[in-house]
Protein backbone atom coordinates (compact mmCIF):
# COMPACT_ATOMS: atom_id res chain seq x y z
CA UNK A 1 0.00 0.00 0.00
CA UNK A 2 3.04 2.14 0.98
CA UNK A 3 4.40 1.66 -2.76
CA UNK A 4 0.92 2.52 -4.33
CA UNK A 5 0.67 5.82 -2.30
CA UNK A 6 4.15 6.85 -3.46
CA UNK A 7 3.44 5.77 -6.83
CA UNK A 8 -0.36 8.37 -6.75
CA UNK A 9 1.98 10.68 -4.91
CA UNK A 10 4.98 10.65 -7.13
CA UNK A 11 2.32 10.74 -10.39
CA UNK A 12 1.00 13.95 -8.24
CA UNK A 13 3.99 15.74 -8.12
CA UNK A 14 4.98 15.03 -12.14
CA UNK A 15 1.10 16.66 -13.07
CA UNK A 16 1.74 19.66 -10.88
CA UNK A 17 5.20 20.32 -11.98
CA UNK A 18 3.73 20.13 -15.81
CA UNK A 19 1.19 22.22 -15.15
CA UNK A 20 3.15 25.06 -13.71
CA UNK A 21 5.72 24.42 -16.90
CA UNK A 22 2.18 24.73 -19.01
CA UNK A 23 2.12 28.31 -17.58
CA UNK A 24 3.03 30.94 -19.97
CA UNK A 25 5.99 33.12 -19.09
CA UNK A 26 4.20 36.49 -18.64
CA UNK A 27 5.06 38.92 -18.16
CA UNK A 28 9.02 38.36 -19.14
CA UNK A 29 9.56 41.66 -20.55
CA UNK A 30 7.73 44.82 -19.97
CA UNK A 31 3.61 45.28 -20.72
CA UNK A 32 2.42 48.44 -22.69
CA UNK A 33 -1.27 49.54 -21.10
CA UNK A 34 -2.53 51.77 -23.73
CA UNK A 35 -5.56 54.56 -21.76
CA UNK A 36 -7.22 56.07 -24.38
CA UNK A 37 -7.62 59.11 -21.90
CA UNK A 38 -5.62 62.01 -20.43
CA UNK A 39 -3.50 61.35 -17.62
CA UNK A 40 -5.16 62.01 -14.48
CA UNK A 41 -8.55 60.58 -14.99
CA UNK A 42 -10.44 57.31 -13.48
CA UNK A 43 -9.00 54.97 -15.78
CA UNK A 44 -5.70 56.30 -15.50
CA UNK A 45 -5.92 56.32 -11.67
CA UNK A 46 -7.63 52.72 -12.01
CA UNK A 47 -4.83 51.40 -14.13
CA UNK A 48 -1.51 53.20 -12.58
CA UNK A 49 -2.27 51.96 -8.95
CA UNK A 50 -3.34 48.05 -10.44
CA UNK A 51 -0.33 47.33 -12.68
CA UNK A 52 2.28 49.71 -10.45
CA UNK A 53 1.26 47.22 -7.82
CA UNK A 54 1.40 43.69 -10.72
CA UNK A 55 4.66 45.43 -11.52
CA UNK A 56 6.15 45.41 -7.53
CA UNK A 57 5.03 41.59 -7.72
CA UNK A 58 6.40 40.22 -11.07
CA UNK A 59 9.53 42.28 -11.27
CA UNK A 60 8.76 43.51 -14.65
CA UNK A 61 7.83 46.85 -15.52
CA UNK A 62 4.17 47.80 -16.84
CA UNK A 63 4.19 51.14 -19.01
CA UNK A 64 0.64 53.12 -18.86
CA UNK A 65 0.46 54.95 -21.85
CA UNK A 66 -1.35 57.82 -22.67
CA UNK A 67 -3.40 57.68 -26.09
CA UNK A 68 -6.04 59.80 -26.10
CA UNK A 69 -8.53 60.62 -28.97
CA UNK A 70 -12.12 59.70 -30.93
CA UNK A 71 -13.32 58.52 -26.96
CA UNK A 72 -10.98 55.55 -27.47
CA UNK A 73 -10.66 54.68 -30.86
CA UNK A 74 -7.27 55.98 -31.56
CA UNK A 75 -5.37 53.52 -28.83
CA UNK A 76 -8.27 50.64 -29.43
CA UNK A 77 -6.56 51.25 -33.05
CA UNK A 78 -3.35 50.40 -31.69
CA UNK A 79 -4.35 47.95 -29.84
CA UNK A 80 -6.55 45.72 -32.01
CA UNK A 81 -3.15 45.82 -34.88
CA UNK A 82 -0.91 44.47 -32.12
CA UNK A 83 0.39 40.81 -31.76
CA UNK A 84 -1.53 38.71 -29.94
CA UNK A 85 1.42 38.10 -27.05
CA UNK A 86 0.47 39.71 -24.06
CA UNK A 87 2.77 42.62 -24.20
CA UNK A 88 0.44 45.44 -25.38
CA UNK A 89 -2.87 45.45 -23.95
CA UNK A 90 -5.71 47.99 -23.36
CA UNK A 91 -7.78 49.34 -20.37
CA UNK A 92 -10.73 51.70 -21.34
CA UNK A 93 -13.94 52.56 -20.36
CA UNK A 94 -18.10 53.02 -21.40
CA UNK A 95 -17.17 54.87 -24.72
CA UNK A 96 -15.61 51.69 -26.22
CA UNK A 97 -19.34 50.27 -25.52
CA UNK A 98 -20.80 53.36 -26.84
CA UNK A 99 -18.69 54.34 -30.17
CA UNK A 100 -20.16 51.43 -32.61
CA UNK A 101 -23.74 53.09 -32.64
CA UNK A 102 -22.27 56.68 -32.34
CA UNK A 103 -19.86 56.95 -35.17
CA UNK A 104 -20.81 55.70 -38.83
CA UNK A 105 -17.70 54.35 -39.76
CA UNK A 106 -15.68 52.15 -36.85
CA UNK A 107 -12.03 51.33 -37.51
CA UNK A 108 -12.53 47.60 -35.41
CA UNK A 109 -14.71 45.68 -34.09
CA UNK A 110 -14.92 45.88 -30.41
CA UNK A 111 -15.86 41.76 -30.19
CA UNK A 112 -14.23 40.17 -33.42
CA UNK A 113 -10.89 42.47 -32.98
CA UNK A 114 -10.45 42.07 -29.44
CA UNK A 115 -9.87 39.56 -26.58
CA UNK A 116 -12.25 40.43 -23.27
CA UNK A 117 -9.88 39.40 -20.58
CA UNK A 118 -11.99 41.14 -17.52
CA UNK A 119 -13.87 44.32 -16.14
CA UNK A 120 -11.93 45.95 -13.46
CA UNK A 121 -14.10 48.58 -12.37
CA UNK A 122 -17.38 50.47 -11.89
CA UNK A 123 -17.86 53.63 -11.13
CA UNK A 124 -20.95 56.06 -10.93
CA UNK A 125 -21.48 59.67 -12.35
CA UNK A 126 -22.64 62.71 -10.62
CA UNK A 127 -25.53 65.19 -11.64
CA UNK A 128 -24.50 68.92 -10.65
CA UNK A 129 -25.58 72.26 -10.88
CA UNK A 130 -24.47 76.16 -10.28
CA UNK A 131 -25.05 77.03 -6.68
CA UNK A 132 -27.10 79.95 -7.89
CA UNK A 133 -29.51 77.36 -9.51
CA UNK A 134 -32.59 77.31 -8.14
CA UNK A 135 -32.55 73.37 -8.90
CA UNK A 136 -32.28 71.46 -5.42
CA UNK A 137 -33.72 67.60 -7.10
CA UNK A 138 -34.51 66.19 -10.24
CA UNK A 139 -37.90 67.06 -10.01
CA UNK A 140 -37.22 70.03 -10.06
CA UNK A 141 -34.91 69.89 -13.53
CA UNK A 142 -37.71 67.84 -15.19
CA UNK A 143 -40.20 70.22 -13.99
CA UNK A 144 -38.59 73.48 -15.25
CA UNK A 145 -37.39 71.27 -18.55
CA UNK A 146 -41.17 70.85 -19.63
CA UNK A 147 -42.44 74.37 -18.89
CA UNK A 148 -39.47 75.73 -21.39
CA UNK A 149 -37.86 72.92 -22.98
CA UNK A 150 -34.53 73.77 -24.53
CA UNK A 151 -33.67 76.09 -21.82
CA UNK A 152 -32.13 74.36 -19.66
CA UNK A 153 -28.25 73.62 -20.66
CA UNK A 154 -26.05 70.61 -19.37
CA UNK A 155 -22.53 69.88 -19.79
CA UNK A 156 -21.05 67.02 -20.00
CA UNK A 157 -16.56 66.02 -21.08
CA UNK A 158 -17.44 65.43 -24.99
CA UNK A 159 -20.14 64.17 -27.13
CA UNK A 160 -20.38 60.42 -27.21
CA UNK A 161 -19.00 60.12 -23.12
CA UNK A 162 -20.31 58.39 -20.68
CA UNK A 163 -21.36 61.76 -19.06
CA UNK A 164 -23.09 62.83 -22.36
CA UNK A 165 -25.29 59.42 -22.74
CA UNK A 166 -26.06 59.77 -19.10
CA UNK A 167 -27.94 63.26 -20.13
CA UNK A 168 -29.26 61.87 -23.26
CA UNK A 169 -30.98 58.81 -20.88
CA UNK A 170 -32.09 61.00 -18.67
CA UNK A 171 -34.26 62.91 -21.14
CA UNK A 172 -35.49 59.97 -22.67
CA UNK A 173 -36.56 58.23 -19.44
CA UNK A 174 -38.50 61.94 -18.09
CA UNK A 175 -39.75 62.98 -21.46
CA UNK A 176 -37.83 66.07 -20.53
CA UNK A 177 -35.65 68.59 -22.93
CA UNK A 178 -32.44 70.42 -22.63
CA UNK A 179 -29.63 71.80 -24.16
CA UNK A 180 -26.58 70.13 -24.44
CA UNK A 181 -23.27 72.02 -23.94
CA UNK A 182 -19.95 69.36 -24.41
CA UNK A 183 -16.33 70.54 -23.49
CA UNK A 184 -13.03 69.09 -24.38
CA UNK A 185 -12.68 67.10 -21.37
CA UNK A 186 -13.97 66.37 -17.51
CA UNK A 187 -11.85 69.38 -16.57
CA UNK A 188 -13.29 72.00 -18.30
CA UNK A 189 -16.83 70.78 -17.89
CA UNK A 190 -16.39 71.13 -14.63
CA UNK A 191 -15.05 74.51 -14.67
CA UNK A 192 -18.23 75.48 -16.99
CA UNK A 193 -20.64 74.25 -14.31
CA UNK A 194 -18.64 76.38 -11.13
CA UNK A 195 -18.20 79.25 -13.63
CA UNK A 196 -22.26 79.08 -14.27
CA UNK A 197 -21.65 79.01 -18.21
CA UNK A 198 -23.80 76.09 -18.05
CA UNK A 199 -27.22 75.21 -15.39
CA UNK A 200 -25.87 71.36 -14.75
CA UNK A 201 -23.78 68.63 -15.31
CA UNK A 202 -22.53 65.13 -15.36
CA UNK A 203 -19.35 64.05 -14.47
CA UNK A 204 -16.99 61.52 -12.10
CA UNK A 205 -18.96 61.12 -8.63
CA UNK A 206 -15.08 61.92 -7.31
CA UNK A 207 -14.44 65.24 -8.47
CA UNK A 208 -17.94 66.40 -8.01
CA UNK A 209 -18.27 65.45 -5.03
CA UNK A 210 -14.91 67.41 -3.99
CA UNK A 211 -16.33 70.27 -5.13
CA UNK A 212 -19.80 69.76 -3.53
CA UNK A 213 -18.20 69.51 -0.48
CA UNK A 214 -16.58 72.86 -0.64
CA UNK A 215 -19.60 74.73 -1.83
CA UNK A 216 -18.66 75.07 -5.62
CA UNK A 217 -21.59 73.34 -7.19
CA UNK A 218 -25.01 71.63 -5.57
CA UNK A 219 -25.14 67.72 -5.92
CA UNK A 220 -28.33 66.23 -6.78
CA UNK A 221 -28.12 63.13 -7.63
CA UNK A 222 -26.25 60.28 -8.75
CA UNK A 223 -26.90 57.37 -11.43
CA UNK A 224 -26.04 54.40 -10.02
CA UNK A 225 -28.17 51.65 -8.55
CA UNK A 226 -26.94 52.42 -4.90
CA UNK A 227 -25.94 56.01 -3.33
CA UNK A 228 -22.69 57.10 -3.19
CA UNK A 229 -20.61 55.85 0.03
CA UNK A 230 -18.87 59.02 0.85
CA UNK A 231 -22.20 61.18 0.15
CA UNK A 232 -24.87 59.02 1.29
CA UNK A 233 -26.87 61.89 1.65
CA UNK A 234 -27.20 62.23 -2.03
CA UNK A 235 -29.91 60.05 -3.40
CA UNK A 236 -29.93 58.17 -6.48
CA UNK A 237 -31.78 59.97 -9.96
CA UNK A 238 -33.79 56.67 -9.82
CA UNK A 239 -35.26 57.69 -6.39
CA UNK A 240 -36.51 60.88 -7.81
CA UNK A 241 -38.85 60.10 -9.93
CA UNK A 242 -37.10 58.06 -12.69
CA UNK A 243 -37.57 54.13 -11.75
CA UNK A 244 -35.13 52.07 -13.45
CA UNK A 245 -32.79 54.96 -14.43
CA UNK A 246 -29.14 53.64 -14.42
CA UNK A 247 -25.72 54.86 -16.30
CA UNK A 248 -22.95 53.92 -14.50
CA UNK A 249 -19.40 53.57 -15.60
CA UNK A 250 -17.39 51.01 -15.50
CA UNK A 251 -13.18 50.03 -17.12
CA UNK A 252 -12.05 47.05 -18.98
CA UNK A 253 -9.07 45.47 -19.86
CA UNK A 254 -8.19 44.05 -23.16
CA UNK A 255 -6.18 42.63 -25.38
CA UNK A 256 -5.83 42.02 -29.57
CA UNK A 257 -8.17 39.56 -30.85
CA UNK A 258 -6.34 35.64 -30.85
CA UNK A 259 -4.89 35.34 -27.41
CA UNK A 260 -4.17 32.30 -26.50
CA UNK A 261 -6.92 31.24 -23.50
CA UNK A 262 -3.84 29.72 -21.29
CA UNK A 263 -2.58 33.70 -21.73
CA UNK A 264 -5.37 35.00 -20.99
CA UNK A 265 -5.92 32.95 -17.58
CA UNK A 266 -2.56 34.21 -16.91
CA UNK A 267 -3.01 37.48 -16.73
CA UNK A 268 -6.29 38.02 -15.37
CA UNK A 269 -5.14 35.80 -12.48
CA UNK A 270 -2.25 38.00 -11.80
CA UNK A 271 -4.09 40.72 -12.21
CA UNK A 272 -6.45 39.59 -9.56
CA UNK A 273 -3.61 38.41 -7.21
CA UNK A 274 -2.52 42.63 -7.79
CA UNK A 275 -5.81 44.00 -7.10
CA UNK A 276 -6.64 41.80 -3.96
CA UNK A 277 -3.53 43.85 -2.43
CA UNK A 278 -4.84 45.95 0.72
CA UNK A 279 -3.33 49.20 -0.56
CA UNK A 280 -5.01 49.01 -4.13
CA UNK A 281 -8.15 48.40 -2.74
CA UNK A 282 -7.87 51.18 -0.23
CA UNK A 283 -6.59 53.51 -2.84
CA UNK A 284 -9.13 52.77 -5.68
CA UNK A 285 -12.94 52.59 -3.21
CA UNK A 286 -11.23 56.13 -1.46
CA UNK A 287 -11.28 57.40 -5.42
CA UNK A 288 -14.92 56.11 -5.67
CA UNK A 289 -14.21 53.02 -7.57
CA UNK A 290 -15.80 49.57 -7.21
CA UNK A 291 -13.46 47.07 -8.17
CA UNK A 292 -14.91 44.06 -10.41
CA UNK A 293 -13.11 41.25 -11.45
CA UNK A 294 -14.66 39.04 -14.06
CA UNK A 295 -14.34 35.93 -16.42
CA UNK A 296 -13.69 36.57 -19.96
CA UNK A 297 -16.85 35.15 -20.71
CA UNK A 298 -18.65 36.89 -18.62
CA UNK A 299 -16.76 40.19 -19.70
CA UNK A 300 -17.89 39.87 -23.02
CA UNK A 301 -21.68 38.92 -22.36
CA UNK A 302 -21.46 42.00 -20.45
CA UNK A 303 -20.28 43.92 -22.85
CA UNK A 304 -22.87 43.18 -25.71
CA UNK A 305 -25.75 44.15 -23.48
CA UNK A 306 -23.68 47.65 -23.13
CA UNK A 307 -23.29 47.95 -26.41
CA UNK A 308 -27.36 47.16 -26.87
CA UNK A 309 -28.02 49.63 -24.31
CA UNK A 310 -26.05 52.71 -25.22
CA UNK A 311 -27.21 51.44 -28.96
CA UNK A 312 -31.07 52.19 -28.09
CA UNK A 313 -29.94 55.51 -26.59
CA UNK A 314 -28.04 56.85 -29.74
CA UNK A 315 -30.59 56.14 -31.72
CA UNK A 316 -33.63 57.52 -29.79
CA UNK A 317 -31.82 60.80 -29.28
CA UNK A 318 -30.58 60.63 -32.97
CA UNK A 319 -27.20 61.10 -32.21
CA UNK A 320 -24.00 60.80 -34.51
CA UNK A 321 -20.34 61.90 -33.87
CA UNK A 322 -19.15 61.75 -37.15
Known sequence: MNFCREIVSAAAGLL??????????????????????APGGGVDTVSRTLFGKLAEQSGVSFIVENRPGGTGIVAGELVARAAPDGYTLMASALEFAINPSLRAKMPYDPFRDFTHISRLANVQLMLVCHPSVPITSVRQIIAIAKQQPGKLTYGSSGTGGGPHLAGELFQLMSGARWTHVPFKGAAPAS???????????????????????????RAIGVTGDKRFAQMPGVPTIAEQGIPGYVAVGWYGLYGPANMAADLVRKIRADTAHAYASPDVKERLERVGNERVMSSPEDFAAFLRTEVEKWGRVVRQAKLRAD
Do not use: C, H, N
Not at 18 to 24: E, I, L, M
Open 191 to 217: IGVMSGEVDFSFGSTLALAQLAKGGKV
Open 16 to 37: WAAAVQAQPAWPARPVRILIPY
